[in-house]
């Protein structure tokens, strides 16, 4: 028998076995599994399995095996959550959905005409499908927390987990480094948001004098969804938007413009399309205010001077990261970058490309001078970074790598956790699976 990483096991001799029979045809796509409404698609398969390809995965029936059972356990998870009541917000999906539809449009590096041509379908039908799948995802990730609420693992266990690894099997870590940075985002003058009022005055005025909104707002506005949705929020309920947006919704009679007012996104100008009870329809346009140069320049000034005492130890790094860093993902932490298990070394090549080139600059120790950069959410800013240490290649070491091991022993506990409610859950709902894949030996009861 063969535990996989994800936690479903298979036969190891069926798992060898399992093979996709010769194309006898072209077969555009068919569903493979039914889990009571819910249905898995071989593109669904394909699609997971040519993702782990192309990171670099060796092809093996085994790991396909693997994926569909991943694939079963995420859509028995689905029907028992309708079954248990387990529920998203409406709000968060649209977050997650909007956030993928913008990275989708940035990649893509085309018109959104352009790229409905090339997927076939509408912005909006790649919308609904992304929506779907983000909405699956949520419930996934609430069902598993549910499920494995309260688990850690003891150093003893992540000891064990460590000795029954063959040493031949330990996998071979990249260089890593472990860095911190202090990041001042420049602060917008009052001049430079008096100018960006006047902008949008002149916007408002050029639609009341006839100009169509959407076209404007296409062109003006800096928020990221106006390639798919033309500055149209759709229909929206208290609490969906920030309290400036949703307190002027409600103060607009339908069909009139307001004058710009601001929020922490910048400055709007808003039209109320249709109003009922508690809903509201209503279009935007956006414009973040700038920093100019001197705003930039007070910025840098400001992480020079700090720099000079973190230089002459009148205060530690990670304190003054603590205590003076705007960026929220990393001034917890001291400042420094962690990856997803929370460890502080990073692989070289999981760094990004601009603090990557100037750690080639840098010596271990060194804290640099302030550097302009723009945030990942778009905002002008600046940072200092600290080269704490760098590790060459090596072999994985409870010493060197006690975070990584630590959360595949953790990973490892979840998942015996979750085959256990699988093999109770699955007895819940009606699950059927092509029998072209019986060979993976997913419902075989004596796993």
């Not at 598993?144 to 992540?158: C, F, L, R, S």
């Not at 100019?292 to 790094?317: C, E, G, H, P, Q």
Request: aromatic residues 8%; contains cysteine.
């Amino acid at each position: 028998m063969l535990v996989l990483a994800l936690g479903i096991i298979i036969p190891s001799a069926w798992a060898q076995e399992t093979a996709e029979p010769e194309n006898k045809g072209f077969v555009v796509d068919k569903i493979i599994s039914k889990v009571d409404n819910y249905i898995v698609l071989k593109s669904d398969l394909e699609r997971a399995y040519q993702d782990y390809l192309t990171n670099g995965g060796s092809a093996s029936p085994q790991v396909r095996c693997q994926y569909l059972a991943l694939l079963i356990r995420n859509k028995l998870m689905m029907a028992k959550a309708e079954i248990d009541s387990v529920v998203v917000a409406d709000a968060d999906v649209d977050q997650y959905t909007q956030r993928k539809m913008d990275m989708i449009i940035a990649q893509a590096g085309v018109s959104p005409d352009e790229l409905e041509e090339r997927y076939g379908k509408t912005l909006e039908q790649i919308r609904l499908e992304i929506r779907d799948q983000e909405r699956e995802q949520l419930v996934v990730r609430k069902m598993q927390e549910e499920i494995t609420k309260g688990i850690g693992v003891t150093p003893a266990e992540v000891k064990r987990f460590y000795s029954k690894i063959p040493k031949d099997s330990l996998p071979y870590f990249s260089a890593s480094v472990e860095v911190a940075q202090i990041v001042k985002i420049a602060t917008v003058s009052e001049e430079q948001e008096n100018l960006t009022r006047a902008e949008l005055t002149g916007i408002r005025n050029r639609i009341l004098s006839g100009e169509d909104f959407a076209t404007l707002a296409k062109k003006h506005s800096d928020d990221p969804s106006v390639t798919s949705n033309a500055g149209d929020m759709g229909w929206s309920g208290r609490g969906r938007m920030v309290p400036e947006y949703e307190a002027m919704a409600f103060k607009l009679k339908p069909n009139e413009i307001s004058m710009p007012f601001k929020s922490q996104f910048g400055f709007h100008i808003m039209q109320l399309i249709e109003r009922r009870g508690n809903e509201y329809h209503s279009r935007h346009i956006l414009i973040s205010p700038k920093p100019s140069a001197n705003d930039i320049k007070k910025a840098t000034r400001y992480l020079d001077s700090l720099r000079s005492r973190i230089v002459s130890d009148s205060i530690r790094f990670q304190n003054a990261a603590k205590e003076y860093s705007d960026d929220v993902e990393t001034k917890g932490n001291g400042g420094f970058f962690s990856d997803g298990d929370g460890g502080t070394r990073l692989m070289v090549d999981e760094l990004d490309p601009v603090v990557f080139f100037k750690l080639d600059s840098m010596q271990v120790g060194d804290v640099s001078k302030p550097i302009t950069y723009r945030t990942d959410d778009g905002k002008n800013a600046v940072r200092i970074l600290y080269y704490k240490s760098r590790f060459a290649p090596h072999q994985a070491s409870l010493e060197n790598d006690w975070s990584r091991i630590q959360a595949a022993t953790l990973n490892e506990k979840k998942d015996k956790i979750l085959q256990k409610w699988f093999d109770k859950a699955r007895k819940d709902v009606f699950i059927s699976i092509d029998p072209t894949y019986d060979n993976c030996g997913i419902l075989d009861e004596n796993q």
